[in-house]
């Protein structure tokens, strides 16, 4: 297998950057022509290694690129979820080299989406057309790879609850996510979910001149911040009541065996060039980012912010507002609960809209399920090393949606480093490990197949 | 005098809709060209009337206008300051008319300018036509109306410690300021000072994933939030060390005074449209803007600010603070307390830096003054009503640099309205107003000149 692989891999690799050109930014409608691009160079791709009834499944958003190779009944059913769509790339002016124009450099390709979610989802188009030529694929296989989940996955939903038959499957084999290191695979069991909201303080009816109004208004801007301040008490608990009641909390040894994962917080610092870690108080940086809730202020604006100075009371004043949820806290909780307290902080003088984005629900998947052990069988020829289950702190909404419409669960199969910089400037994937993951997905197929044949 | 401004009134509008169009933004390089455009067409506007050695003083940025008509030595001399340059219009999606394409609706003209201060400044220059063409002017009189009133004025402070001799007068009449209501004229005896920052708040050396990240990362736009709730307490009194020390507290008597100013709280309410009145603790809304300091946010920005959800923890955020200032505080000393508490308080984990912008000083103007009558006669003459001497919550840094660098006091001849939404979108000037300062500009000179004649 190896040897096509090795013979292939620089096809492999500029067909990926072909596909990183298009720019399928779902969040901005301006890019929606490139979104369709996107899929459509999917699907080409998608068949020309042989998959069968390749399909754009039209939805009241962006197609869901879908198609299959059913070869037995018998045989277990896989089915492959990943998604075309990417993040914005502002701001474009942080980047050394432009988000889609895809460079390689220091074994890295550069780009949007190299790692989130085109790279990934690539390995596994690249792993099946090297199945295919090394004596074909030993389970069935599905494909489903969406272009709305940087925007909340509202229409996939939809579509999986009235194709459940259609979607029958085994196990679900995700890649959008990452391993320790590069010589420390490991495997995510845990995701985090997801309540964001954008928010809107009014206060005056126009922009005011803050010489004649200032210190008789309340400036929608200070109350804003102070709102926001308010969320977090000092130790960095969030204030907002009820927040809590389901958080599951992880026994002494759960958090210990949680806590054996190979971390530095020297390193996290020196990472991301911060001289002190940070967060909730009595808990261990891995436990922040894993089985704790969190809430963040993901973008503010208002007033004026040109060049120069204008000395105005803004009318308004806006935020985006997101929290990270864990087991059993569940996303219309939560919403529910940050909408009512927001609006209740609110002092006179000033209105408040709340408005919810999408969500997605905590989950965490079983590691003694044969899918699993065949995951972590291939990892562990591919890598010298069995792979560290991992509680991540990102949130993939589509993975409980999966488990409680379609019953399935999943295996979070996914080969980047938390310095890829997803979502953020200079986004890379490693070629090693977009070629590890074309190596090792192959070898999943046949474990699986092996011990579910066993059973 | 009446007659020849009825006649040529509708030229007078037409002439400053013409000046209005040039979109003179000061605070944005981009508009320089026009700005210069602006200057130029007052220049010719000037000689036209009659007004001798009318010259573009260049200085390190916008040129100063200056002209004028001495006709004897004897006689005393009125230094009419004022300003071309604008504020920035933005946000341009909410106003009715495009702020440079002036329009006469309901007897007032809407564009930025209208009333702050090009439509102020174009009364002088049409009552200066008005005197020459009916028996001239009775006194002395200097323009100097500078480009960078809306940034700072440092050039123009430059400007007059190089040209005390060519500035010498007796009064500076200034009319960037406003009346109470047109059945109700005023005069502003005194102006607070201006204290402007920028401010950055920078945390991880980039944009994270707030997945990946939330929750063991100080967030920049969270800190600075935290940051800027600080700066009040409940009562809104600011925090910052040392801040209230040179405020000069007012006897009694001079707050009832002040506070027999026609004022309804209702009114002030409902012309911004809020529901109840906010500020400091223990004063009235006129205290609130005349005679105490205060603290906005003008503007607020980081993270994503574009349609839909990114789950992204910013590198760095943003805001421009400024705080208005009362006597005795001074610009410098409240920059450098602001400065210092404000990167005191910032948490470990990130970084902050303080960029002043501009500064001006608090003033009082005296009421005893030969000026100051002159003015109250001309406007009881032109309203039919003794003007009522007010405390504006405004700044005009200059005034205080007059005061300092020449020793000469200057009259607040405005004649505008708090609803006239300068710095806001719509703003606008009444026809009546303006009308109204060109009636009664004449008059002062000629009540000056002979009470000067008389002492």
Chains 1, 2 share one sequence.
């Not at 391993?179 to 005056?204: C, K």
């Not at 809430?295 to 507002?321: H, M, P, Q, R």
């Not at 199969?413 to 910089?421: C, E, H, N």
């Amino acid at each position: 297998m190896a040897n096509y692989l090795q013979e292939n891999q620089n096809r492999f690799i500029h067909e990926l950057i072909d596909w990183l050109r298009i720019p399928s930014v779902s969040a901005d409608p301006k890019f929606h022509g490139d979104v369709l691009q996107a899929a459509d160079f999917l699907k080409q791709r998608l068949e020309e290694i042989g998959v069968d009834n390749v399909e754009l499944c039209q939805t009241a958003g962006n197609p869901i690129v879908y198609g299959e190779k059913l070869l037995d009944p018998a045989l277990p059913t896989v089915l492959v979820y990943g998604h075309y769509d990417v993040q914005p790339a502002d701001p474009y002016e942080l980047w050394d080299s432009p988000p889609f124009e895809p460079v390689i450099k220091d074994e890295k390709i550069y780009a949007r989406g190299a790692c989130d979610d085109k790279g990934q989802v690539y390995m596994h188009v690249k792993a099946f057309e090297v199945m295919q030529q090394q004596g074909g694929v030993p389970c069935n296989v599905k494909f489903m790879i969406e272009g709305e989940e940087e925007i909340g996955s509202n229409n996939l939903a939809i579509f999986v609850k009235n194709n459940k038959e259609k979607l029958k499957a085994d196990v679900i084999l995700i890649s959008d996510t990452g391993i320790l290191a590069n010589d420390l695979p490991s495997i995510e069991v845990g995701l985090r979910g997801l309540s964001y909201h954008e928010v809107e303080v009014t206060g005056p009816n126009r922009d005011l001149h803050s010489g004649l109004y200032g210190g008789a208004v309340a400036n929608p801007i200070n109350v804003l911040c102070k709102m926001i301040a308010s969320l977090h008490d000092e130790d960095n608990h969030i204030t907002i009541p009820g927040f809590y009641d389901n958080v599951a909390m992880l026994s002494a040894e759960e958090r210990a065996e949680l806590n054996r994962v190979p971390h530095s917080d020297e390193e996290f610092k020196q990472s991301i060039g911060l001289p002190a870690t940070y967060g909730e108080a009595g808990y261990t940086t891995v436990e922040r980012t894993g089985i704790r809730p969190t809430l963040d202020v993901n973008g503010i604006w208002g007033g004026y912010t040109g060049e120069g100075a204008k000395t105005v009371i803004a009318s308004k004043a806006f935020a985006k507002i997101s929290m990270r949820l864990v087991p059993n806290q569940t996303s219309d909780e939560i919403t529910a609960l940050f909408q009512r307290h927001f609006e209740s902080i609110a002092p006179e003088g000033v209105t408040v809209q709340v408005r919810p984005h999408h969500g997605g629900e905590p989950v965490v998947t079983p590691t003694d399920s044969v899918a699993y052990q065949a995951a972590a069988q291939a990892m562990e020829t591919t890598f010298g090393k069995r792979p560290v289950p991992t509680r991540g702190g990102g949130s993939i909404p589509i993975v409980a949606m999966f488990k409680s419409e379609l019953g399935i669960d999943s295996v979070l199969f996914g080969f980047g480093l938390d310095s890829d910089a997803i979502h953020s400037p200079n986004e890379h994937y490693g070629v090693f490990n977009f070629l590890k993951g074309i190596e090792t997905i192959p070898l999943f197929y046949q474990n699986y197949a092996a011990l579910e044949k066993a059973k």
